[in-house]
T-cell receptor, first 107, second 115 residues
Framework: KNEVEQSPQNLTAQEGEFITINCSYSVGISALHWLQQHPGGGIVSLFMLSSGKKKHGRLIATINIQEKHSSLHITASHPRDSAVYICAVRDNNDMRFGAGTRLTVKP | DSGVTQTPKHLITATGQRVTLRCSPRSGDLSVYWYQQSLDQGLQFLIQYYNGEERAKGNILERFSAQQFPDLHSELNLSSLELGDSALYFC??????????????FGEGSRLTVL
């Protein structure tokens, strides 16, 4: 069983829809990252969380340490949000990655 | 632009060869991380350096080695290359060594193809 599980694996949405991507992990962590990878391959770190909730523009990330679960929400989705979203957890200085969620937002 | 520079962007080589990938971190960042992203295994953490010293090791093969130089740039050396080493290799830098507080900034990656 993968230590970091993401769902769904693939997600197709219409422009404007509210999107949720989930991440569950089974190890103790010091921080959780949400990463965005566009088709060109580059990776951007969207959020780093150790508790609670963070918001950047239309993106919101939450984490529940007790339940070992995090969610990434995108409000008013747009085609430019189409990318692979990767959850990564840090345990001391090690880092484990989920398999990613491929999001396609159609106009 | 993350401020992290990786070279080369693309590299094609043959099995058995050796290559060196280079990473220049953001100005002032002391930590450098290396990651491998392959089609079958996804993203994997390889190794971390902090201010010139190895700080953490992940799934790095013995054929691979890395170092961080006094000017804080880092190099990842891959030797005796195999077809399965074909992957995207990412470098990331962070202002701190602590896993609790270190935001990560990724380079654009080096795509290695082993033929």
């Amino acid at each position: 069983k993968n230590e970091v599980e993401q769902s769904p694996q693939n997600l197709t949405a219409q422009e404007g829809e509210f999107i949720t991507i989930n991440c569950s992990y089974s190890v103790g962590i010091s921080a959780l990252h949400w990463l965005q990878q566009h088709p060109g391959g580059g990776i951007v770190s969207l959020f780093m969380l150790s508790s609670g909730k963070k918001k950047h523009g239309r993106l919101i990330a939450t984490i529940n340490i007790q339940e070992k679960h995090s969610s990434l929400h995108i409000t008013a989705s747009h085609p430019r949000d189409s990318a692979v979203y990767i959850c990564a957890v840090r345990d001391n200085n090690d880092m484990r990655f989920g398999a990613g969620t491929r999001l396609t937002v159609k106009p | 632009d993350s401020g992290v520079t990786q070279t080369p962007k693309h590299l094609i080589t043959a099995t058995g060869q050796r290559v060196t990938l280079r990473c220049s971190p953001r100005s002032g960042d002391l930590s450098v991380y290396w990651y491998q992203q392959s089609l079958d295994q996804g993203l994997q953490f390889l190794i971390q350096y902090y201010n010139g010293e190895e700080r953490a090791k992940g799934n790095i093969l013995e054929r691979f080695s890395a170092q961080q130089f006094p000017d804080l740039h880092s190099e990842l050396n891959l030797s005796s290359l195999e077809l399965g080493d074909s992957a995207l290799y990412f470098c990331a830098s962070s202002p701190r060594t602590s896993a609790n507080t270190g935001e990560l900034f990724f380079g654009e990656g080096s795509r290695l193809t082993v033929l």
